[in-house]
């Protein structure tokens, strides 16, 4: 395909993937437009759930991951998909899992802990709002894992802020990895 976002589009319905897993730009002016351009492509011709990734150290050599979640997230229809991917990594690596997120989104993930029977050592922290997710709110080390979960537009727990989040993330956190989760819009 001579455009790779539709290529990776029409293959992704192609083969049936059930989510997309992209690489990180490495410029950030490259990452402006992948992010405005090609992300905006491949997520408005998918419906996946789509993880963009950027592992600046082997994955063994996490120590926790924390993960931004914003407002209404917990309505989006892939909120169960990569909530079980992120604590089955965190499972994997043995390492602790701390989640932002307001007092709603954090009911909906205890319940969904207790339906699934988790048992990854999950904790909370309080967040107002979307733009209080990044910078992160918290102390960060190097080996942190940081997972900030997005949203498309037209989604229910889409904002305008989100759009920036992403950029944000990649200046005050450059050195972490780094995952930013988009959630499906649509029952799989």
Not at 12 to 29: D, F, H, Q, T, Y
Not at 35 to 44: F, H, M, V
Not at 154 to 173: F, K, Q, T
Request: charged share 20%; hydrophobic share 40%.
């Amino acid at each position: 395909d001579h455009n790779p976002a539709s290529g990776i589009s029409r293959v992704s319905r192609e083969i049936m993937a059930s989510m997309l897993v992209l690489g990180w730009p490495k410029r950030p002016r490259l990452l402006e437009k992948l992010i405005g351009e090609q992300s905006d492509s491949i997520l408005g011709n998918t419906d996946k759930t789509a993880f963009m990734c950027r592992f600046l150290k082997p994955l063994p050599l996490h120590r926790r991951v924390v993960v931004a979640v914003p407002p209404l997230a917990e309505f989006e229809k892939g909120f169960s998909l990569w909530f079980t991917k992120v604590t089955q990594l965190a499972k994997e690596l043995t390492v602790p899992v701390i989640i932002l997120c307001n007092q709603a989104t954090g009911d909906t993930v205890n319940k969904l802990i207790r339906r699934r029977k988790i048992s990854v050592n999950i904790s909370f922290v309080s967040v107002g709002s979307p733009g209080d997710l990044i910078p992160l709110p918290l102390q960060t080390a190097e080996d942190d894992l940081l997972i900030l979960v997005s949203a498309r537009k037209g989604s229910a727990s889409y904002l305008s802020v989100m759009e920036v989040l992403p950029m944000r993330l990649e200046n005050a956190h450059g050195t972490n990895s780094r995952i930013v989760v988009y959630p499906c819009e649509f029952d799989q």
